[in-house]
């Protein structure tokens, strides 16, 4: 199966501030890579999907790059709601699998 | 409003068997593919199994850590969908999130449910 590594495991952050987050596939995936962000307590929430497709209602701060094995989702101008767990989903092989997850705390 | 809201979730003995249900509303359920997702108490998220739209044949896929012991199907009629857990282990524990996928692009899911927690110890 795919193995997707995402780093760093923990982002500490300001407001403001810009977030690098990065997931590493162990075999290309080509552009079937997703992104979810989890807030505690919450069900995780479609964010992008294909690498750089943006879902219905998520705002331009977010976005994602990246082909084959390595992707980044980048939030340009941290709002105090992003501070959460955001994790990677690579669907271009069964089984689907996800990343281990990045949280991206207040610093 | 498109909503998924899951239930039969509780404690289960080892070995025993649960039904979970996803009841779906706000959308044309026989059009979407649907999937379940589980994650155990602090940790991260785990795919388990997927049931393709009616106009894909309703085909399923399963992970390696359920395929045998876990059942995927759908009810149009009522527009809930199933997930069967037979042969229940302790490492099954997790809050089970019914989800649907994005017409383009069946495997990223846009709408998750509240999530079941199943409890599985003795």
């Known amino acids: 199966e795919i193995v997707l590594t995402q780093s760093p495991a923990t982002l500490s952050l300001s407001p403001g501030e810009r977030a690098t987050l990065s997931c590493r596939a162990s075999q290309s995936v080509s552009s079937f890579l997703v992104w979810y962000q989890q807030k505690l307590g919450q069900a995780p929430r479609l964010l992008i999907y294909?690498?750089?497709n943006r879902a219905t209602g998520i705002p331009a701060r977010f976005s994602g790059s990246g082909s084959g094995t390595d992707f980044t989702l980048t939030i340009s101008n941290l709002e105090p709601e992003d501070f959460a767990v955001y994790y990677c989903q690579q669907r271009s092989l069964w089984p689907l699998t996800f990343g281990g997850g990045t949280k991206v705390e207040i610093k | 409003e498109v909503q998924l809201v899951e239930s039969g979730g509780g404690l289960v003995q080892p070995g025993r068997s649960l039904r979970l249900a996803c009841s779906a509303s706000?959308?044309?359920?026989?059009?979407?593919?649907l999937s379940w997702v589980r994650q155990p108490p602090g940790r991260g998220l785990e795919w388990v199994s997927f049931i393709r739209s009616k106009a894909n044949g309703g085909t399923t896929e399963y992970a390696a850590s359920v395929k045998g012991r876990f059942t995927i199907s759908r009810d149009a009629s009522t527009s809930i969908a199933y997930l069967q857990l037979n042969s229940l282990r302790a490492e099954d524990t997790a809050v089970y999130y019914c989800?649907?996928?994005?017409?383009?692009?069946?495997?990223?899911?846009?709408?998750w449910g509240q999530g079941t927690l199943v409890t599985v110890s003795s």
């Open positions: 706000g959308f044309t359920f026989d059009d979407y593919a």
């Open positions: 989800t649907r996928g994005l017409k383009t692009s069946v495997t990223s899911f846009d709408y």
């Open positions: 294909d690498a750089s």
